[in-house]
């Protein structure tokens, strides 16, 4: 292998390959490609190959062997003796060096880089060190890739699934709504922006016991002002967070008490048996209706009470759903019997009855109440005919698919369907014709005007229309479970957790350490710059010119270096959130005659500048730290002079609005401006605006902490700080704070009701 690539930081530029690959890859396999046309390119091997494994894919004895060593495999004498067929295939093809290395990452296998010379002792040393930090880097890459588009995948499904056609909201400890759907909100008439941040315990008028068991995870059902009857169910995202899904179920709760109202009946019987016609169940007017207790009935074997009883058990015996109708006579006991009208129906290994004098009445109505369960069903609901033509789709197809009754009525089934899964669809219907029923299939479907698929979970149940021969399909797909995504999703939210604290740590520590090296600095400054002085006033001996000159020198930057980092420890203070404010009454016309302040009179003069000071005149004393608020006026206006060569500076203070209880002070400089680009970054740490070539510009322009302290203050008090600015043609830095000091938690609590810009 030529190793002139591998010149230099060789580790370096190794890894720097495998970045750039990397960032051209946009999955595993796209990467494993660029890597075998790179180790091609840069290596001086005659053959680079990555041989890429699937799951599906079967490894044979080489590249298990490769794998289970998990080290490069080198033959630098190819011959037909070599130990694997793998190998003497090489050797016939002309080669006569050959190093494999697995590709891999934790226990995740990618796939093998397979390199081949035709020079004999080709691998070695340098050759293979390389080869295995690039196959490393490469695999950590392609582990990478998978895990983002998992990632992705995941959020995706979990955005599709929380805005499914399903009320859904995430709340707090609280009760209060965090995140909440569209459907959500429509049940209370607001917008989805509107139902955030309200009360879902008012919204359901809940007591405080409801909320803890719908907090624990309990079911509840609850009923909303209007009447309606709703059934919540709640899964834990977190200790903070609670996922809850709301299903009207007042059409359930209405067939219930239909149902209820039925055993009242004095003609009809309800009925249900087992798949050997043993009764499990009867309604409870069986009593009065037939002389039979209900209880005593469970277990007997209803088609030995039924004269000819072999026509019925030949009628609804067999594979498929069956249905039976006829009159019949039952045998109560004692010599007693009674003429009824039996309709009865086999589903799976269930058979379900009404014995009757007036089937029909109650049959139309039964249907009648079957179309409304199905009409309030969350899941989607398609009706076809024997040819698989659509008859009839229910609201939550509507509202998943987008699609409405007339756009689809006619329309084949399949066309809803991805190509691959109209297929197989097809054979679900044949599937279903024969047996009555299908399920727990899995298909994508055509949302309207959406390249999108929306994934379902259906099943295929073979009806009758009506009481007729003629032979229909009930299609009914239910999304995959939005709870299945949330505790998925879990994983990922505690993995962000962990990072946020790792991150907090890190720079808890920093933090930590500007402070003590700030404060270890302090002592030996102090100790020169005490010395200093003795020096220059004579004390141990007089100096000259020259030396007064130079010592002078040496106490000014000894100034300046305290005044450094006094600024680092002002910074960690105010990052770690140490700093308590010292609130006392500030008036402004005292506070800007401050010396600080005032002393940049005389600097302005000597660069022939104006300074200038206004404060109107109903600008009230306010409560604040006056010691802060002039370090953020020396901040500002030496900012100002700093960058200021002709013109001049004016600090002007004065109230936000006429109602306003906001102060705000501005300081107006005509130096050389802020591009627009930069203005965002100026508050930032560290941040100086960079040299330009047409603007005049100070050297020595500071540390970059003055305005990210400035902020930091002004944010402490409650208040918001900005700057308006052009190049050429100077800036204004402006801050406002309360005619009372806040502090950042209060003032997110009642954020100012003026809108002044700044």
């Given at each position: 292998?030529?190793?002139?690539?591998?010149?230099?930081?060789?580790?370096?530029?190794?890894?720097?390959?495998?970045?750039?690959?990397?960032?051209e890859a946009g999955t595993p396999t796209e990467l494993m490609k660029r890597f075998s046309a790179k180790m091609q390119s840069v290596s001086g091997v005659d053959s680079a190959i990555v041989k890429e494994l699937s799951v599906e894919s079967k490894r044979g004895n080489f590249e298990e062997f490769i794998f289970n060593t998990r080290k490069p495999y080198v033959d630098n004498s190819l011959s037909d003796y070599s130990a694997f067929p793998e190998l003497i295939e090489y050797y016939n093809k002309g080669y006569k060096s050959c190093m494999v290395l697995p590709i891999s990452a934790y226990d995740k296998k990618f796939g093998l880089l397979i390199l081949l010379s035709k020079q004999e002792e080709a691998f070695g040393g340098n050759a293979?060190?390389?080869?295995?930090?690039?196959?490393?880097?490469?695999?950590?890459a392609a582990l990478f890739l998978s895990e983002k588009e998992k990632s992705v995948n995941l959020a995706k499904y979990f955005d599709a699934s929380f805005n499914a056609a399903v009320p859904q909201v995430l709340i707090d400890k609280n009760g209060s709504v965090i995140k909440a759907n569209k459907d959500y909100a429509n049940l209370f008439d607001y917008s989805v922006?509107?139902?955030?941040?309200?009360?879902?315990?008012?919204?359901?008028?809940?007591e405080e016991h409801d909320m803890k068991e719908l907090l624990a995870g309990v079911p509840l059902n609850t009923k909303t002002v209007d009447g309606r009857i709703f059934a919540i169910r709640g899964s834990s995202v977190n200790e903070r967070l609670t996922h809850l899904l709301i299903q009207d179920i007042t059409e359930h709760e209405n067939l219930e008490r239909r149902l209820g109202a039925a055993q009242k009946s004095r003609n009809e019987v309800f009925i249900t048996m087992d798949n050997g016609f043993k009764i499990t169940w009867m309604s409870s007017n069986a009593e009065g209706v037939l002389g039979i207790v209900p209880d005593e009935a469970i277990g007997v074997k209803f088609t030995d009470m039924v004269k000819d009883g072999s026509s019925l058990i030949a009628a609804l015996s067999g594979s498929a759903d069956r249905e039976y109708s006829a009159n019949i006579r039952l045998s109560i006991g004692n010599g007693v019997n009674a003429d009824m009208k039996?309709?009865?129906?086999?589903?799976?290994?269930?058979?379900?009855?009404?014995?009757?004098?007036?089937?029909?009445?109650?049959?139309?109505?039964?249907?009648?109440?079957?179309?409304?369960?199905?009409?309030?069903?969350?899941?989607?609901?398609?009706?076809?005919?024997?040819n698989g033509m659509i008859t009839q789709v229910n609201k939550s197809f509507e509202k998943i698919l987008k699609y409405t009754q007339e756009e689809v009525y006619g329309k084949p089934i399949t066309n809803m369907y991805d190509t691959a899964d109209g297929q197989k669809l097809s054979s679900y219907i044949s599937m279903a014709?024969?047996?009555?029923?299908?399920?727990?299939?899995?298909?994508?479907?055509?949302?309207?005007?959406n390249d999108e698929l929306v994934p379902f979970k259906f099943s295929i149940k073979r009806i009758n229309e009506g009481y007729s021969s003629n032979m229909g399909f009930l299609i009914i797909g239910a999304e995959l479970a939005t709870k299945m995504r949330v505790e998925d999703l879990e994983d990922e939210i505690e993995r962000k957790v962990r990072e946020a604290q790792k991150y907090k740590a890190e720079s808890d520590l920093k933090t930590q350490f500007i402070n003590n090296i700030s404060h270890d600095l302090k002592t030996p400054i102090t100790n020169i710059k005490g010395f200093s002085k003795l020096l220059y006033k004579g004390e141990f001996g007089e100096l000259n010119e020259?030396?007064?000159?130079?010592?002078?020198?040496?106490?000014?930057?000894?100034?300046?270096?305290?005044?450094?980092?006094?600024?680092?420890?002002?910074?960690?203070?105010l990052s770690s959130g140490k700093v308590v404010l010292d609130l006392q009454q500030v008036n402004f016309n005292e506070l800007l005659n401050n010396p600080s302040i005032k002393s940049f009179e005389e600097v302005c003069k000597a660069k022939g500048l104006y300074f200038k000071v206004h404060v109107d005149y109903d600008v009230p004393t306010i409560i604040a730290d006056p010691n802060r608020l002039i370090q953020v006026l020396v901040n500002l206006v030496g900012n100002a002079v700093k960058f200021t060569e002709k013109g001049g500076i004016e600090v002007i203070v004065k109230r936000v609005s006429k109602n306003s209880k906001y102060v705000r002070v501005i300081v107006k400089d005509t130096g050389i401006g802020i591009p627009k680009e930069e203005k965002k970054k100026v508050f930032g740490k560290f941040f100086q605006v960079p040299h330009r070539d047409n603007l005049k510009m100070q050297e020595g322009a500071g540390t970059g902490l003055g305005l990210s302290i400035t902020k930091e203050i002004v944010h402490l008090h409650g208040g918001e700080v900005g700057v308006e600015s052009e190049p050429g043609k100077g800036s204004e830095f402006w801050f406002r704070i309360p005619f009372s000091a806040k502090t950042k938690k209060e003032s997110k609590k009642q954020?100012?009701?003026?809108?002044?810009?700044?």
């Amino acid at each position: 292998m030529d190793n002139t690539f591998m010149d230099g930081d060789r580790y370096d530029n190794l890894l720097s390959v495998v970045t750039g690959l990397y960032k051209e890859a946009g999955t595993p396999t796209e990467l494993m490609k660029r890597f075998s046309a790179k180790m091609q390119s840069v290596s001086g091997v005659d053959s680079a190959i990555v041989k890429e494994l699937s799951v599906e894919s079967k490894r044979g004895n080489f590249e298990e062997f490769i794998f289970n060593t998990r080290k490069p495999y080198v033959d630098n004498s190819l011959s037909d003796y070599s130990a694997f067929p793998e190998l003497i295939e090489y050797y016939n093809k002309g080669y006569k060096s050959c190093m494999v290395l697995p590709i891999s990452a934790y226990d995740k296998k990618f796939g093998l880089l397979i390199l081949l010379s035709k020079q004999e002792e080709a691998f070695g040393g340098n050759a293979i060190s390389d080869a295995v930090v690039m196959v490393e880097a490469v695999g950590n890459a392609a582990l990478f890739l998978s895990e983002k588009e998992k990632s992705v995948n995941l959020a995706k499904y979990f955005d599709a699934s929380f805005n499914a056609a399903v009320p859904q909201v995430l709340i707090d400890k609280n009760g209060s709504v965090i995140k909440a759907n569209k459907d959500y909100a429509n049940l209370f008439d607001y917008s989805v922006k509107e139902a955030m941040g309200r009360s879902f315990v008012n919204n359901f008028k809940l007591e405080e016991h409801d909320m803890k068991e719908l907090l624990a995870g309990v079911p509840l059902n609850t009923k909303t002002v209007d009447g309606r009857i709703f059934a919540i169910r709640g899964s834990s995202v977190n200790e903070r967070l609670t996922h809850l899904l709301i299903q009207d179920i007042t059409e359930h709760e209405n067939l219930e008490r239909r149902l209820g109202a039925a055993q009242k009946s004095r003609n009809e019987v309800f009925i249900t048996m087992d798949n050997g016609f043993k009764i499990t169940w009867m309604s409870s007017n069986a009593e009065g209706v037939l002389g039979i207790v209900p209880d005593e009935a469970i277990g007997v074997k209803f088609t030995d009470m039924v004269k000819d009883g072999s026509s019925l058990i030949a009628a609804l015996s067999g594979s498929a759903d069956r249905e039976y109708s006829a009159n019949i006579r039952l045998s109560i006991g004692n010599g007693v019997n009674a003429d009824m009208k039996a309709y009865l129906y086999r589903i799976g290994n269930s058979v379900y009855g009404i014995l009757s004098k007036e089937h029909e009445r109650y049959f139309r109505e039964l249907n009648s109440t079957f179309e409304q369960v199905i009409g309030v069903s969350n899941d989607a609901v398609i009706k076809i005919d024997e040819n698989g033509m659509i008859t009839q789709v229910n609201k939550s197809f509507e509202k998943i698919l987008k699609y409405t009754q007339e756009e689809v009525y006619g329309k084949p089934i399949t066309n809803m369907y991805d190509t691959a899964d109209g297929q197989k669809l097809s054979s679900y219907i044949s599937m279903a014709k024969k047996n009555g029923i299908v399920t727990d299939m899995f298909a994508n479907m055509h949302a309207k005007n959406n390249d999108e698929l929306v994934p379902f979970k259906f099943s295929i149940k073979r009806i009758n229309e009506g009481y007729s021969s003629n032979m229909g399909f009930l299609i009914i797909g239910a999304e995959l479970a939005t709870k299945m995504r949330v505790e998925d999703l879990e994983d990922e939210i505690e993995r962000k957790v962990r990072e946020a604290q790792k991150y907090k740590a890190e720079s808890d520590l920093k933090t930590q350490f500007i402070n003590n090296i700030s404060h270890d600095l302090k002592t030996p400054i102090t100790n020169i710059k005490g010395f200093s002085k003795l020096l220059y006033k004579g004390e141990f001996g007089e100096l000259n010119e020259d030396q007064k000159g130079y010592l002078k020198i040496i106490m000014d930057e000894l100034d300046r270096l305290m005044n450094l980092i006094g600024q680092m420890l002002d910074v960690a203070k105010l990052s770690s959130g140490k700093v308590v404010l010292d609130l006392q009454q500030v008036n402004f016309n005292e506070l800007l005659n401050n010396p600080s302040i005032k002393s940049f009179e005389e600097v302005c003069k000597a660069k022939g500048l104006y300074f200038k000071v206004h404060v109107d005149y109903d600008v009230p004393t306010i409560i604040a730290d006056p010691n802060r608020l002039i370090q953020v006026l020396v901040n500002l206006v030496g900012n100002a002079v700093k960058f200021t060569e002709k013109g001049g500076i004016e600090v002007i203070v004065k109230r936000v609005s006429k109602n306003s209880k906001y102060v705000r002070v501005i300081v107006k400089d005509t130096g050389i401006g802020i591009p627009k680009e930069e203005k965002k970054k100026v508050f930032g740490k560290f941040f100086q605006v960079p040299h330009r070539d047409n603007l005049k510009m100070q050297e020595g322009a500071g540390t970059g902490l003055g305005l990210s302290i400035t902020k930091e203050i002004v944010h402490l008090h409650g208040g918001e700080v900005g700057v308006e600015s052009e190049p050429g043609k100077g800036s204004e830095f402006w801050f406002r704070i309360p005619f009372s000091a806040k502090t950042k938690k209060e003032s997110k609590k009642q954020a100012p009701k003026d809108k002044v810009k700044g």
